[in-house]
């Protein structure tokens, strides 16, 4: 008898988390649209990899497809919603903006905060795409002119036919 309680015990208590999480992810869904991130379900499965069906389905019910590896992939879809707190309620609802770095923190030549770091390294590699990205636009110019010089001396050719 006492195994029996303890079973309906944690199956009781199961599914009341599993009732938290999903007012958790509710929560969430309704932040994202209030901050206008999203507009529909369907942009939620979009961004999640999902079928429509399936998120409501979730978002209806719960149930054994709220699961956390759904969670994870909520969050990494939407980095605007902390895991800890879609997970397991700890800390706030929204991430920290990432133009907010009054927590971050600068150690030697790394750059801290909002769980990122940016090394030096990567700011190194960022340089170097922006090069890479600036020979592309001048090649794409020297393009341009080229053919506009083409276009030009058509005209002349047929401003000299026609004249």
Known sequence: MVEIQSDFNLVLTNKVCDMEK??????????????????????????????????????????????ESFLIKFCDAFREISRDWLIHEKGEMANQS???????????????????????NDISKMIELQ??????????QEQLDKSQEQIDRLIGIIEKINH
């Not at 509710?26 to 379900?41: C, D, E, N, S």
């Not at 150690?107 to 770091?117: E, H, P, R």
């Not at 090069?131 to 794409?140: L, M, S």
């Open 131 to 140: 090069k890479g990205y600036q020979k592309v636009i001048q090649k794409n």
């Open 22 to 67: 999903l007012d958790r992810l509710k929560k969430a869904v309704a932040y994202l649209k209030g901050q206008q991130i999203i507009k529909t379900q369907r942009e939620v499965a979009d961004a999640m990899g999902f079928h429509k069906s399936t998120i409501s389905l979730i978002l209806n019910r719960g149930g054994k497809y709220l699961t």
């Open 98 to 120: 990432i133009g907010d770095i009054s927590h971050s923190t600068a150690v030697g030549n790394n750059v801290n905060g909002s769980g990122n770091v940016i090394t030096n």
